[in-house]
Structures are given as C-alpha cells and as structure tokens.
C-alpha cells in the first residue's frame, strides 16, 4: 500500500500562509516557522506529521499528498482546519 511522510503548518488566514510560503522561499526554515506558527500539535515537532496512508488524512491533505513533488513546499491548501503549507518528505507505492 502507499505510503507517504510529510510535515505541514497550519494557520488560520490564506495571507499569513502565504506569507510563510514565501519567507521559505526566501530561505526561512520550515521547521522552525512551524514551531512559530503551526496552530497544529505537530507543530512543535516542527510539523512533522509521520507517516500514513491514502484515507488517513483530509482529502485535501491526500490529492497533495499523493501527487506532489518531494521536497517542494506546496498551498496554501484550505482544509476544514485552515490553511496550510505541505511538504511531502517521502513516498513509497
């Protein structure tokens, strides 16, 4: 069964996800913003959400999950919870 591991931030406002995108762009590190920032408990394990299968999330979560590139930071994507930035770090089929 697939798989995959990622780490996230979530926050309340597309604008302040935004924001947070493009200070990563600009060098900030992701762990670090997410224990900032994240409004998730994994936030302060700097996102990481471990690992899990295709169901276990929000479909939102999945359909970026599951087809994403690796290691390339993806959102804002609205869930019910917020906004947030994804960042799959590993997949296997």
């Known amino acids: 069964m697939a798989s995959a591991s990622a780490r996230h931030i979530l926050v309340s ?3 302040q996800c935004q924001q947070l ?3 990563i ?3 900030a590190d992701f762990t670090e913003l997410a224990k900032q920032h994240s409004s998730c408990p994994s936030g302060s394990k700097g996102g990481d959400l471990g690992e ?3 169901g276990m999330m929000v479909p939102e979560f999945d359909q970026v999950v599951f087809s994403a590139d690796i290691n390339t930071v993806q959102g804002p994507v609205k869930t019910q919870f917020g906004y947030h930035l994804l960042e799959v770090t ?3 089929e």
Do not use: L, Q, T
Request: charged share 40%.
């Open 90 to 92: 590993a997949r296997s």
């Open 13 to 15: 406002s597309e604008e």
């Open 21 to 23: 995108k493009n200070d």
């Open 52 to 54: 899990f299968s295709p």
């Open 25 to 27: 762009e600009g060098g």
